[in-house]
């Protein structure tokens, strides 16, 4: 799969283990088992910002997203859900998806913190 240049965001969650699951997400040499891993084992992918909500459903957000337009990649993220996708594409910048995460009452949280 080919991705075009530009700034993607996932929406996930993990019910349980939330700082074990990102740290994992934040190390390149792991064993690839869910499609954001063959995203992040790319050179060329980095993850600059993680923002964390509580009590919202990864589904119900997504679909914040495709109500405001964001591209998406088709059935990435998703195959346990009936969502067209959990990634999202933008070449404008993320000020805009920022603001709607922060009216999600989502807040962006120090990456160092889950090392």
């Known amino acids: 799969m080919n991705f075009e240049k530009g700034l993607y965001f996932y929406i996930g969650r993990a019910r349980k283990g939330l700082k074990a699951r990102i740290r994992r997400h934040l190390i390149k040499n792991k064993k690839l088992f869910w499609h954001i891993d063959y995203l992040l084992y790319s050179n060329y992918a980095k993850i600059k910002e993680i923002w964390t909500g509580i009590n919202k459903q990864e589904c119900q957000i997504a679909r914040h997203f495709y109500r405001n337009g964001y591209d998406y990649i088709n059935r990435f993220g998703s195959s346990d859900c009936h969502c067209r996708s959990h990634l999202f594409f933008t070449d404008k910048g993320m ?21």
């Open 95 to 115: 000020a805009r998806a920022k603001n709607l995460l922060g009216k999600e009452e989502f807040r962006n949280a120090d990456k160092d913190s889950f090392r």
